[in-house]
């Protein structure tokens, strides 16, 4: 267990739905990222927050948004969802010091039908 | 912003011989090199990871050597076995006072060959 939790942990939804993901850093972790992995894909970067801060954003949709709020959990929302959107989603947490892991959490698994 | 290659996609190595995996990486600033491993379905999970002020660093069967000259990096599996066979990601990444970048390569699909 990494410490990093993300619900739920499957979500199957229509086209053109909006959804939310969840995502729980691991305690004393400031830095929250959220990646796409489609299937035998690698490792999209969308956005990372610090601290309740955006702090970089990737090839993240305009359909797609994302805030960690003062108790650093951190929600992506996903709307006027495709099929193409259909993907495993990861958070990750860090501390954010020099030199240190992020730990994942298990992902959500989106189907988008 | 950072760019890291990652090569090859597939690998495919008789078990008991050895697996390298290699990285480049474009943005010089970069000062930290984590190595993922992720099992069909679960989630990447570190397995080694090596600073600029290092060019090499072992564990057990597992190596990383850094060459800051040349931005690339590399995995080195000794001895593998089955359970070696999963997706192996390596990154890239800096540290600034909150601001920090941290980019994945492809992706290698590693199988062991019994």
């Known amino acids: 267990d990494s410490g990093v939790t993300q619900t739920p942990k499957h979500l199957i939804t229509a086209t053109g739905q909006r959804v939310t993901l969840r995502c729980s850093p691991r305690?004393?972790?400031?830095?929250v990222y959220w990646y796409q992995q489609s299937l035998d894909q690698g490792l999209q970067f969308l956005i990372q927050?610090?601290?309740?801060?955006?702090?970089a954003k990737g090839n993240i949709l305009e359909r797609f948004s994302a805030q960690q709020f003062p108790d650093l959990h951190s929600e992506l929302n996903l709307s006027s969802l495709e099929l193409g959107d259909s993907a495993l989603y990861f958070c990750?947490?860090?501390?954010?010091?020099?030199?240190?892991?992020?730990?994942f959490g298990q992902g959500t698994r989106l189907t988008v039908v | 912003g950072e760019n890291v290659e990652q090569h090859p996609s597939t690998l495919s190595v008789q078990e008991g011989d050895s697996a390298v995996i290699k990285c480049t990486y474009s943005?010089?600033?970069?000062?930290?090199f984590p190595w993922y491993k992720q099992e069909l379905g679960k989630r990447p999970q570190l397995i080694i990871d090596?600073?600029?002020?290092?060019g090499e660093k072992k564990d057990q069967r597992i190596a990383v050597t850094l060459n800051k000259t040349a931005k690339h990096f590399s995995l080195h599996i000794t001895e593998t076995q089955p359970e070696d066979s999963a997706v192996y990601f390596c990154?890239?990444?800096?540290?600034?006072?909150?601001?920090?970048?941290?980019?994945f390569g492809t992706g290698t699909r590693l199988t062991i060959i019994p």
């Open positions: 990750a947490s860090s501390v954010l010091t020099e030199g240190t892991e992020a730990f």
């Open positions: 927050y610090y601290n309740g801060e955006e702090r």
């Open positions: 990154a890239a990444s800096w540290t600034n006072f909150g601001n920090e970048k941290l980019t």
């Open positions: 090596i600073r600029s002020n290092v």
């Open positions: 943005d010089s600033a970069s000062n930290y």
């Open positions: 305690s004393g972790d400031l830095s």
